[in-house]
């Protein structure tokens, strides 16, 4: 026996050795795949120990305990779409199995952070592989039980619009989590829409496995919640097995996979586990628990379950599989000391280069020409609708969703008329969450389709912007591009809507959207603008896998007029031609002040344009359009044309856009005069209280006047 081995271990290959034939078994086959998987994820816990008591390794949370899940995995095929639990290393180690890959390599070159390690390249130890169907999953608090709902919900979907999916029609989408994270909003909102879809008999084949370990960190999970709560939701199938009993494990399985797979409905596996060595590296166990419960756990090891199985099976001796478990415990130390000395990456460039790609070229040529229906000048909410019709005509994949966007057309008529047109398959309402509309984007749009989901109100979007942040926008960055969710998200936001409101539904905060990395945030306010903004966005999302937000401003949907009543200068044609993103707009020449801009702060500025030119003041309005990633180039261009800039900005003078804009400035070296009027730092009020925060006509001509004196 090797000296070094800790209590857990010790305990183990004693057990192992001790073991002698009790009953008779059958299932040696599948009770051999599960043996390997889990010793082989219990080593690579060890190793990962080993490394960072050498200060070779990082931190890591282990699946140590854990290990019945791979009894889940010989359950299902190796093509239905796994989201993992970070402790279900078994999983993903059976999974490997059954297509003869190596997946600890996998997992020691992800500890090791290094560039060959298949599906995040270094930039995280994650359970990821584009061949065996893991979708790489950095949440720790569940965040990924949305998108697994949004993949369940795409499988069936695409089949019945006859759209090209990544998994097979009658794939299962199974999504692991811990018990502790059971208790998270985003847990809740998933658990709920999945019911949500069964109680309306939409087919929905998930399998949700919860991983009880009766642990958060250190704070136990009260006994009989976890059951209690899952059982809850009679819309979806329960059942229950204990991970020290593998066959009862291995049936249940079996049976809810086939359940789901035939049913197309979803289920629940509530899996008692136990946790071994800690929550993860940097955690010290006996600080809250007992040496004594600690040990007791021990005996409940599936490790040693399923080798009592083998040995009552007659497929080997304790003798015969504790030499196997020590000798694979220094094959695999070996393995993850080699991986140590393997490249990692070295550049920025390196860090980045799979974050956001930019194929501008490519997606010029995706953007299809249309012809307008009409000449008529159409209104910002008629540019919108028809920019939306062309895209789902052009692009079959293309689905519009959200609140209220179907048989009423938005709460603004935006949508009107689409659902009727393009059919209840395509357009169509979802439940009221903010979190749920994201994630069932995030997996259709790694499922095959591009989603257009919205959200009604920009205030709405806080309650769910993590699964832009943590979910959407990282895809593509863990993954190396192997996997991509390219969506565009509508949503309508700003202030200056009158006599509506209070902060929810006047809202000027954009400043998480443009700190989140890769993001497009795109914002027109010109109806002539809008479609080939849209359009470029579909298509940067179907060719570069661009997570977009679209942002509207409310305010302008039904505006006509832009001097004076009755004049219908605020109309325009429709749009034809293809915006890149990041292309800005100039709108006068003005040789005296340059003016940056967009969405409501447009229509103030060209206005109050209009008033400085009768004072002898002549300006120059930059609409931005593109918000991230801002348009530097045009704004260093319109900038040297006049040597004074003022910046228009309609967010908050904290975290607004206009900070952006002048930090490009000033990165530049521009030479000339700046200055900034922003909205106050304040909610938005109800009625004309507004008028006092949000940004006017009057401060922007001031400050023009102001700044063009000084120069």
Same mark, same amino acid.
């Given at each position: 026996?090797?000296?070094?081995?800790?209590?857990?271990?010790?305990?183990?290959?004693?057990?192992?050795?001790?073991?002698?034939?009790?009953?008779?078994?059958?299932?040696?086959? &599948?009770?051999?795949?599960?043996?390997?998987?889990?010793?082989?994820?219990?080593?690579?816990?060890?190793?990962?120990?080993?490394?960072?008591?050498?200060?070779?390794?990082?931190?890591?949370?282990?699946?140590?305990?854990?290990?019945?899940?791979?009894?889940?995995?010989?359950?299902?095929?190796?093509?239905?779409?796994?989201?993992?639990?970070?402790?279900?290393?078994?999983?993903?180690?059976?999974?490997?199995?059954?297509?003869?890959?190596?997946?600890?390599?996998?997992?020691?070159?992800?500890?090791?952070?290094?560039?060959?390690?298949?599906?995040?390249?270094?930039?995280?130890?994650?359970?990821?592989?584009?061949?065996?169907?893991?979708?790489?999953?950095?949440?720790?608090?569940?965040?990924?039980?949305?998108?697994?709902?949004?993949?369940?919900?795409?499988?069936?979907?695409?089949?019945?619009?006859?759209?090209?999916?990544?998994?097979?029609?009658?794939?299962?989408?199974?999504?692991?989590?811990?018990?502790?994270?059971?208790?998270?909003?985003?847990?809740?909102?998933?658990?709920?829409?999945?019911?949500?879809?069964?109680? $309306?008999?939409?087919?929905?084949?998930?399998?949700?496995?919860?991983?009880?370990?009766?642990?958060?960190?250190?704070?136990?999970?009260?006994?009989?919640?976890?059951?209690?709560?899952?059982?809850?939701?009679?819309?979806?199938?329960?059942?229950?097995?204990?991970? &020290?009993?593998?066959?009862?494990?291995?049936?249940?399985?079996?049976?809810?996979?086939?359940?789901?797979?035939?049913?197309?409905?979803?289920?629940?596996?509530?899996?008692?586990?136990?946790?071994?060595?800690?929550?993860?590296?940097?955690?010290?166990?006996?600080?809250?628990?007992?040496?004594?419960?600690?040990?007791?756990?021990?005996?409940?090891?599936?490790?040693?379950?399923?080798?009592?199985?083998?040995?009552?099976?007659?497929?080997?001796?304790?003798?015969?599989?504790?030499?196997?478990?020590?000798?694979?415990?220094?094959?695999?130390?070996?393995?993850?000391?080699?991986?140590?000395?393997?490249?990692?990456?070295?550049?920025?460039?390196?860090?980045?280069?799979?974050?956001?790609?930019?194929?501008?070229?490519?997606?010029?040529?995706?953007?299809?020409?249309?012809?307008?229906?009409?000449?008529?000048?159409?209104?910002?909410?008629?540019?919108?609708?028809?920019?939306?019709?062309?895209?789902?005509?052009?692009?079959?994949?293309?689905?519009? /969703?959200?609140?209220?966007?179907?048989?009423?057309?938005?709460?603004?008529?935006?949508?009107?008329?689409?659902?009727?047109? /393009?059919?209840?398959?395509?357009?169509?309402?979802?439940?009221?969450?903010?979190?749920?509309?994201?994630?069932?984007?995030?997996?259709?749009?790694?499922?095959?389709?591009?989603?257009?989901?919205?959200?009604?109100?920009?205030?709405?979007?806080?309650?769910?912007?993590? $699964?832009?942040?943590?979910?959407?926008?990282?895809?593509?960055?863990?993954?190396?591009?192997?996997?991509?969710?390219?969506?565009?998200?509508?949503?309508?936001?700003?202030?200056? $809507?009158?006599?509506?409101?209070?902060?929810?539904?006047?809202?000027?905060?954009?400043?998480?959207?443009?700190?989140?990395?890769?993001?497009?945030?795109?914002?027109?306010?010109?109806?002539?603008?809008?479609?080939?903004?849209?359009?470029?966005?579909?298509?940067?999302?179907?060719?570069?896998?661009?997570?977009?937000?679209?942002?509207?401003?409310?305010?302008?949907?039904?505006?006509?007029?832009?001097?004076?009543?009755?004049?219908?200068?605020?109309?325009?044609?429709?749009?034809?031609?293809?915006?890149?993103?990041?292309?800005?707009?100039?709108?006068?020449?003005?040789?005296?002040?340059?003016?940056?801009?967009?969405?409501?702060?447009?229509?103030?500025?060209?206005?109050?344009?209009?008033?400085?030119?009768? $004072?002898?003041?002549?300006?120059?309005?930059?609409?931005?359009?593109?918000?991230?990633?801002?348009?530097?180039?045009?704004?260093?261009?319109?900038?040297?044309?006049?040597?004074?800039?003022?910046?228009? &900005?309609?967010?908050?003078?904290?975290?607004?856009?206009?900070?952006?804009?002048?930090?490009?400035?000033?990165?530049?070296?521009?030479?000339?005069?700046?200055?900034?009027?922003?909205?106050?730092?304040? /909610?938005?009020?109800?009625?004309?209280?507004?008028?006092?925060?949000?940004?006017?006509?009057?401060?922007?001509?001031?400050?023009?006047?102001?700044?063009?004196?000084?120069?």
């Amino acid at each position: 026996m090797a000296d070094d081995l800790d209590p857990l271990e010790r305990h183990l290959v004693e057990a192992l050795r001790s073991l002698v034939p009790a009953a008779a078994s059958d299932g040696a086959c &599948d009770a051999a795949a599960l043996w390997r998987a889990q010793v082989d994820s219990r080593l690579c816990d060890h190793a990962a120990r080993w490394l960072q008591s050498q200060q070779l390794g990082y931190y890591t949370i282990g699946s140590a305990g854990h290990e019945s899940n791979a009894a889940v995995a010989l359950a299902l095929r190796p093509t239905d779409p796994a989201l993992l639990h970070y402790r279900s290393g078994g999983f993903y180690l059976a999974r490997a199995g059954q297509l003869e890959h190596d997946g600890v390599v996998d997992i020691l070159l992800g500890m090791a952070a290094a560039v060959e390690e298949p599906i995040a390249g270094g930039r995280h130890k994650v359970f990821g592989h584009a061949d065996l169907a893991v979708i790489p999953q950095t949440s720790t608090i569940a965040s990924h039980l949305p998108r697994a709902v949004g993949v369940a919900f795409a499988v069936d979907r695409a089949t019945k619009l006859g759209v090209k999916s990544r998994w097979p029609h009658d794939a299962v989408t199974v999504c692991s989590f811990g018990d502790a994270s059971l208790n998270h909003a985003v847990a809740q909102a998933a658990l709920n829409t999945a019911a949500h879809c069964a109680h $309306q008999r939409l087919p929905l084949a998930a399998l949700f496995v919860c991983e009880d370990n009766g642990l958060g960190i250190s704070v136990p999970s009260p006994v009989g919640w976890v059951e209690s709560a899952l059982r809850a939701r009679p819309q979806l199938r329960f059942e229950t097995a204990a991970g &020290d009993d593998p066959q009862a494990v291995l049936a249940t399985a079996h049976e809810l996979a086939d359940w789901v797979r035939e049913e197309r409905r979803p289920a629940v596996l509530h899996l008692r586990t136990v946790r071994y060595l800690s929550h993860a590296g940097a955690d010290l166990e006996t600080a809250y628990r007992t040496p004594q419960a600690i040990r007791a756990d021990f005996e409940r090891d599936p490790i040693l379950a399923t080798a009592r199985w083998l040995v009552d099976a007659g497929e080997a001796t304790g003798e015969a599989l504790a030499a196997e478990y020590l000798e694979s415990r220094q094959r695999i130390r070996e393995l993850a000391l080699t991986a140590t000395q393997r490249p990692q990456l070295e550049t920025a460039g390196e860090v980045m280069r799979p974050l956001a790609p930019r194929s501008p070229v490519v997606v010029a040529s995706c953007v299809a020409s249309v012809t307008a229906p009409t000449d008529e000048p159409l209104t910002l909410a008629q540019a919108i609708n028809q920019g939306l019709a062309d895209v789902l005509e052009q692009h079959p994949e293309t689905l519009l /969703f959200g609140e209220d966007v179907a048989v009423k057309g938005g709460v603004y008529g935006v949508t009107r008329g689409l659902h009727a047109r /393009f059919g209840a398959a395509r357009v169509f309402d979802t439940l009221l969450d903010e979190t749920s509309i994201l994630g069932l984007a995030l997996g259709a749009a790694v499922t095959g389709f591009v989603p257009i989901p919205e959200i009604q109100y920009l205030a709405y979007l806080h309650n769910a912007e993590d $699964q832009l942040r943590g979910e959407a926008a990282t895809l593509q960055f863990f993954s190396q591009g192997r996997y991509r969710n390219g969506m565009v998200v509508r949503v309508a936001g700003y202030g200056y $809507q009158r006599g509506f409101g209070g902060h929810f539904h006047n809202d000027d905060s954009v400043a998480v959207l443009r700190d989140i990395p890769g993001l497009v945030v795109a914002s027109p306010c010109r109806p002539e603008d809008v479609g080939p903004m849209l359009r470029t966005c579909v298509a940067a999302a179907k060719v570069d896998g661009s997570v977009c937000v679209f942002l509207e401003p409310i305010a302008l949907y039904h505006a006509r007029d832009l001097f004076e009543d009755g004049d219908g200068e605020w109309l325009g044609p429709p749009g034809t031609s293809h915006i890149p993103i990041g292309a800005a707009r100039t709108h006068r020449a003005g040789r005296d002040l340059t003016i940056v801009t967009w969405a409501n702060g447009l229509r103030m500025s060209l206005r109050v344009a209009n008033r400085l030119a009768e $004072q002898g003041v002549f300006a120059r309005i930059l609409d931005l359009r593109w918000l991230a990633p801002l348009p530097v180039e045009d704004i260093l261009r319109e900038a040297a044309a006049t040597g004074c800039v003022l910046v228009a &900005d309609e967010t908050r003078q904290s975290g607004g856009v206009s900070e952006g804009v002048v930090a490009a400035l000033v990165d530049a070296g521009f030479g000339g005069r700046v200055a900034r009027v922003t909205s106050k730092d304040s /909610f938005v009020p109800l009625g004309t209280a507004a008028n006092l925060v949000l940004l006017s006509e009057e401060e922007i001509a001031a400050a023009a006047l102001r700044l063009v004196a000084n120069a």
